[in-house]
């Protein structure tokens, strides 16, 4: 059975950080790439960042520099570092694969970034 499970989300205040976490089973992950998105109140799911089998990373603009994902197979788990967390982060983050022609998703992790 494939499962994502997000976790590491929370509240934060303006310029802080957080560590999201995505424990995956049901696949391994070194085959896949992997992404993160997020969902804001009112606002369609956008992608923020990509880690490649090869571990090469891609994020999104309004991220990139704050941003870091990166994977560790062994443990079959992917992260998302948060740094300089904006009031506009605010969102459901969600970790994605597209495993056997299918897109699966995590139930999502809530981060808020409010003062």
Do not use: H
């Amino acid at each position: 059975q494939v499962q994502l499970v997000e976790s590491g989300g929370g509240l934060v205040q303006p310029g802080g950080s957080l560590r999201l976490s995505c424990a995956v089973s049901g696949f391994t992950i070194r085959w896949q790439n992997m992404n993160w998105y997020r969902q804001a109140p009112g606002k369609e799911r956008e992608w923020v960042a990509t880690v490649s089998i090869g571990g090469s990373t891609n994020c999104a603009d309004s991220v990139k520099g704050r941003f870091t994902m990166s994977r560790d197979n062994a443990k079959n788990t992917v992260y998302l570092q948060m740094n300089s967390l904006k009031p506009e982060d605010t969102a459901v983050y969600y970790c994605s694969a597209r495993v056997r022609s299918m897109d699966v998703w995590g139930q999502g992790t809530q981060v808020t970034v409010s003062s």
